[in-house]
């Protein structure tokens, strides 16, 4: 069962549930989707048994065959190209690597070449593989990591916990894709609600079954349980508010180790998320 945890924003909880959920599935696999800032290897803390490094194409002129036609740079729509003072430049930094300036060029002066923008680690944390993806400082896109972490778990069976970047942009989409199940977590916080109303209509957009998690749960008014209460939102469960999770958490521990009223906490999410999702 493919299981992917979302946010409407970075600090939500995410990562907390992510990595807890795939401990107490056993032997499972947990894919770090939040390749801009991705941190749940600090839980895991796996030995690397491979590193791939993800590359993308970009453009690359022969300065002798050019005439300085410009018809590359009119076709990109993202300023990637210039041609100035009779040179040919690039920007590669903003290059979406699209590949149309080279089948624009009527002199076929323009081939590709690789540029690296990133790499996946794949661990061992005692039963749970650990794959995660790294985008390098400054780099336009993350997807064609996601697409390689993907391609790592291709014949894999056991459980697979995703790990979502923060937000509802392309890179959520395609993390989302393929996943069986939809976590969405929120905080009990106006902007908290404001952020899960993004991924709720998401996940909605991608017609995936989906429940919510409620982290830093308190009594009294929550705006996040109201919405889904309103929306009639299926409520996974509840994370409670409380020093002794933030304590472990804060040092790269798993709360599911170190309590075991949360183990239980989290062996029931993961027994409501399977029978929601027909598992």
Known sequence: MKIAVLSGKGGTGKTLVSVNLATVSGKAVYIDCDVEEPNGHLFFKPVIEDVKKVTV??????????????????????????????????????????????????????????????????????????????????????IPIIKQLFKEIVNEQEDILIDCPPGSACIVMESIKDADYCILVAEPTIFGEHNLKMVYELVKLFDKPFGVILNKYQDGFNPSEAFCLKENIKIIGKIPFDQELGTINSNGSLIINESVKYKELFESFLTCIKEEGNI
């Open 57 to 142: 194409k970009i453009p690359q002129v022969d300065q002798h065959l050019c005439d300085g036609c410009r018809k590359c740079v009119d076709f990109c729509r993202f300023n990637a190209l210039a041609y100035v003072n009779k040179q040919w430049l690039l920007f590669d930094e903003i290059c979406h690597s699209c590949g149309g300036c080279a089948l624009v060029c009527p002199l076929h002066a323009i081939t590709e070449i690789d540029k690296v923008i990133g790499e996946v680690k794949i661990g061992m944390s005692d039963q749970i593989k650990v794959i995660s993806g790294f985008l390098n400082p400054g780099e336009v896109s993350g």
